[in-house]
């Protein structure tokens, strides 16, 4: 392992965007620490990498993985949260408690519950990024994903508040849409690749915004709540 390196965890890193990021975060010099549910990323091997099993809808497997992470590193840089579902993104029927229920304890609960005891293990000056959606904001509502869009507006909050919360360590907190990906969640049709996605991501963590501000990788920029 390098030591000067910076270090990244990023959570659902098997798949779509996750697991271009990691490979973008690699290619960049960080050391990252990549979670995923199975333990493992198939085929993916590199001297920076550590995988590391987290579903961060189980409370034992939160705490096992933050333990673990904390034996791992004297200090975390970056955190991205990704990992997420969205079991109704594609449906214009109405709220439906099972989704309901499944988006929530991911992408809420699981990553507040997740977010919470790692703010103990970030350097002072780090930064936390949340890969959300602009379908979270009240100004891109839509009839389709009640359950999806509701949750990525929980977050969007939980970003903003949080901002607020971690400014006097100078942790920067900035909540991402991706843009429209092909990866799983996202589907075939999607015009961005997850590399295109990753590149944009890792454009907004260098760009570094103002904490609290929601960047939108299809301008580049940030965008307005
Ligand atoms: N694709 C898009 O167009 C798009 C647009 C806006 C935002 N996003 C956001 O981007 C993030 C990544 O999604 P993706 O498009 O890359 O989809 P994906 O390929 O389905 O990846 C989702 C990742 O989240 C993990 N995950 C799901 N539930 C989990 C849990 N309980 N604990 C830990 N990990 C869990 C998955 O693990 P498993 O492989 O074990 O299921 C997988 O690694 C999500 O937060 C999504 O909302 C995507």
């Given amino acids: 392992m390098d030591t000067h390196a910076k270090t990244a965890v990023v959570t659902g890193a098997n798949s779509g965007i996750g697991l271009a990021l990691t490979k973008k975060l690699l290619a960049e010099g960080y050391r ?7 333990g493992r990323i198939d085929g993916l091997h590199h001297d920076q990498l550590t995988v590391i099993p987290l579903d961060i809808t189980d409370v034992a497997s939160t ?16 955190l991205v949260n990704n990992a997420g579902v969205a079991p109704d993104v594609m449906s214009m029927a109405p709220p439906e408690r099972t989704s309901f229920h499944d988006t929530f304890a991911t992408n ?37 994903g009640t359950a999806y869009r509701l949750s990525k507006a929980a977050v969007n909050m939980y970003a903003a508040m949080l901002a607020q919360r971690v400014a006097d360590r100078h942790i920067n907190v900035t909540p991402v ?3 429209w990906v092909q990866t799983r ?17 890792f454009q ?14 299809e301008t580049n920029a940030v965008m307005a709540y």
């Fill in 32 to 38: 990252v620490i990549a979670t995923a549910r199975s």
């Fill in 63 to 78: 705490e096992q993985a933050v333990a673990r992470i904390g034996q791992l590193t004297p200090g975390i840089d970056l």
């Fill in 108 to 144: 809420v609960d699981g990553t507040v519950f997740f977010t919470e005891p790692m703010l103990a293990l970030l350097k002072d000056g780090a930064q936390v990024v949340f890969i959300t959606s602009s379908m979270g904001l009240p100004s891109q509502a839509g009839p389709n």
């Fill in 177 to 179: 849409h991706p843009g």
């Fill in 185 to 201: 969640l996202g589907g075939d049709s999607a015009p961005f690749t997850p590399e295109q996605a990753a590149d944009g991501i």
């Fill in 204 to 217: 907004g963590i260098v760009a570094r915004p103002e904490s609290g501000q929601f960047w939108n990788v």
